[in-house]
């Protein structure tokens, strides 16, 4: 994919030398548009499989000795197709959002988590974290058939996640820094050699900030999601969640499928 997004940048820039602008303009487009396209083609058949089969590690269902294999296997299971996976993600994206909104139907927070300006944002901005955290928490509990273990994982993280909540600001500032750590490492060098070659230099941060963005996926969120989830597991242990706000989270997952494979 970088190789495909640096072609098609360098092609850009050769067009812009000569070319009119509605053809830069169409060039950078379709540039965009092919790596968005690729890097949803891979989420689909690929990429979801395995942070499912991540998540469903850190919950401790599945052994070192099972190995990857095994474990994308009982990923499967719980969580069959990508539509599901989806829905999940969204209906948690959901939920979360009203927990921190507080809108009236969620209880309100207890007196020492009210959180409020630059931990707000925070907060909002760290749900696609939690969200998977709490994943986790539902795979530790028995799986997402159904939504239950999703519903019960998220009444516990409500009711007792007060230091996870805590924990995935920080997280989320970590995951931060460690994005521009990478893109100043890799856009520094390729400033000087891109304007060392006489080769047009924003091609190279272009190129800096591909490159970092999958850095970043690929070792720095997984991980702060790691931590998180085992923070959360950790929190979590030994407590019953409350069928009462069970029952709330329920209006938030319209589309939890029936058991599925058990």
């Not at 379709?30 to 499912?52: D, E, I, K, N, P």
């Not at 000087?192 to 941060?205: K, M, T, Y």
């Not at 069970?246 to 494979?261: H, S, V």
Request: net charge positive; aromatic share 8%.
């Amino acid at each position: 994919m970088v190789i495909v997004l640096f072609g098609m940048l360098l092609l850009a820039s050769r067009l812009a030398g000569g070319a009119r602008p509605v053809v830069v303009v169409v060039v950078t487009l379709l540039a965009v548009l092919g790596g968005w396209g690729c890097s949803r083609v891979l989420q689909h058949f690929f990429l979801y499989r395995h942070r499912a089969a991540m998540l469903l590690y850190f919950s401790g269902r599945s052994t070192v000795p099972a190995g990857l294999a095994a474990t994308l296997e009982e990923s499967k299971r719980l969580i069959p197709d990508h539509s599901r996976w989806v829905f999940l993600n969204r209906d948690l994206r959901q939920a979360l959002s009203a927990c921190v909104r507080r809108d009236g139907v969620l209880p309100a927070p207890s007196p020492g988590d009210r959180p409020g300006g630059a931990a707000r944002i925070l907060d909002l901005l760290a749900m696609g974290l939690l969200g998977q955290a709490v994943l986790s928490l539902a795979y530790a509990r028995g799986g997402t058939d159904g939504g239950r273990s999703v519903r019960e994982g998220l009444a516990l993280y409500i009711a007792h996640g007060m230091e996870s909540r805590r924990l995935a600001r920080q997280w989320l500032l970590f995951s931060a820094s460690g994005l521009l750590f990478l893109f100043l490492c890799l856009a520094i060098p390729n400033w000087v050699l891109f304007s060392s070659a006489g080769a047009p230099v924003w091609i190279g941060i272009a190129l800096a900030a591909a490159i970092a963005r999958l850095l970043h996926q690929a070792f720095i969120v997984p991980f702060a999601l790691a931590g998180l989830s085992a923070a959360l597991l950790a929190e979590t242990r030994d407590r019953i969640p409350d069928p009462e706000l069970g029952a709330r989270l329920a209006a938030f997952f319209p589309d939890a499928a029936p058991a599925g494979r058990r």
